[in-house]
C-alpha cells in the first residue's frame, strides 16, 4: 500500500501544493446530495478538505459524467487566473 493510499488527505494535500486538481466522475449521486452525509462530513472537516476536489455524480448517459469533468478541467481553477 502506498503512503498516500494511507493517508488519502496527505495526497490532496500533495495535489494543491502542486497546483494539481482531482476530478472523480462517475460519483454516485446519492452521496452528492445525501443531507446526512454532508452534515457528517462537513461536522468531522471532511468537505473543508475535499474542497478541491471537483465531484461529478453519475447520470444514466455512459460517459457524460466524465466528459463534463473534461470539460471542467478546461476552465482555470475560480482561486487562479491565468
Do not use: K, N
Request: net charge negative; no cysteine.
Amino acid at each position: 500500500m502506498t503512503a498516500w493510499a494511507r493517508r488519502p488527505y496527505a495526497f490532496l494535500r500533495d495535489l494543491d501544493r502542486a497546483g494539481a486538481r482531482l476530478y472523480l466522475s462517475g460519483v454516485d449521486p446519492d452521496l452528492v446530495v445525501d443531507p446526512d452525509l454532508v452534515e457528517r462530513w462537513s461536522a468531522d472537516g471532511t468537505l473543508q478538505r475535499l474542497s478541491g476536489v471537483h465531484i461529478e455524480p453519475a447520470t444514466q448517459i455512459l460517459g457524460e459524467s466524465t466528459h463534463a469533468a473534461v470539460v471542467a478541467s478546461q476552465e482555470p481553477p475560480a482561486d487562479r487566473t491565468e
